[in-house]
């Protein structure tokens, strides 16, 4: 594996965790939102990831696998109904039905979602490094 896949492979990681991050802050965002466009209140969002081939011309014997994103699913699971007659969505029996997000839930994937963005920067970082001091090995 060249160095130029390495980095390949942390920035797919590090655009995976991005979008991992933007669905978090927007289950947080949604938390308390009883009414969508969509109507209904707001569903939770998960990201799907999946694998794919870093395709490295030099070699065909070695493989590795860049991170991508496969699909953001909404998860209707878990809605919460409430008794609050008061409430402007309410149905006739009063029922309020809010959103599937737990806090605590998305604050810890909000923690592992940043620290694998982290890691993928080290790595990026490393990997630019190395680079950097081949390039000075091969001037002297």
Excluded: C
Aim: net charge negative; proline share 6%.
């Amino acid at each position: 594996m060249n160095i130029f896949t390495t980095m390949e492979i942390s920035a797919s990681g590090l655009t995976a965790q991005r979008q991992r991050l933007n669905v978090i802050a927007e289950n947080l965002a949604n938390a308390h939102t009883t009414r969508t466009p969509r109507g209904g209140p707001y569903l939770r969002k998960h990201v799907v990831l999946e694998t794919r081939p870093a395709v490295e011309f030099a070699s065909f014997l070695e493989t590795a696998d860049k991170v991508a994103v496969a699909d953001i699913v909404e998860s209707r699971e878990g809605l919460r109904p409430e008794y609050d007659p008061n409430h402007p969505d309410a149905d006739e029996q009063g029922m309020v039905l809010w959103p599937n997000v737990n806090p605590v839930v998305e604050m810890v994937s909000l923690t592992l979602a940043s620290r694998g963005f982290e890691a993928n920067v080290a790595v990026f970082q490393a990997a630019r490094a190395m680079a950097l001091k081949a390039l000075e090995i091969g001037r002297g």
